[in-house]
């Protein structure tokens, strides 16, 4: 019975900027997912899609980026879902072997260094190990 679901809850809100599944048709054959649906927001309850990708024969990582295509901003949820919409040959059961969460990278703009400037003869004396 279709859809699948894949349902990831955060503890808070996340920036999310892209998405990798691992599927191998060769070994799966009709398990293998041909269409998915990735939604996010703030609860199951509103859920929007983010994009429906469709797969043909796919082996190993297949990326799904979730980033704004024009700005590159990254998407914002507490919770997030993967649905399978189809099978290759109309399969009902469905094999996601692996599924990587990809946020946002740290900005060097929160760093220690930059907040605070340390710049005294005292600290840069201690400021290498050697």
């Keep these: 019975m279709q859809p699948h679901l894949v349902n990831i809850v955060f503890g808070k809100r996340v920036e999310l900027m892209e998405l990798q599944i691992y599927v191998d048709y060769k070994a ?6 041909s269409r998915l649906a990735v939604r996010a927001g703030t609860t199951y309850h509103d859920l929007k899609d983010v994009c429906v990708v469709e797969l043909k024969e796919p082996i190993g990582w297949t990326v799904i980026p979730l980033a704004d ?9 507490f919770a997030m879902q993967v649905a399978v919409l189809a099978n ?3 399969g009902r059961d469905t094999h996601i072997r692996q599924i990587c969460l990809f ?6 703009n929160s760093s220690l260094s930059s907040t605070w400037q340390f710049n005294t003869v005292e600290f840069n004396c201690f400021s290498v190990i050697r």
């Design 103 to 108: 946020g946002a990278a740290a900005s060097s």
């Design 88 to 90: 290759h040959q109309n």
């Design 69 to 77: 295509q024009q700005t590159g901003k990254p998407i914002r949820a």
């Design 28 to 33: 799966d054959e009709s398990y293998t997912p």
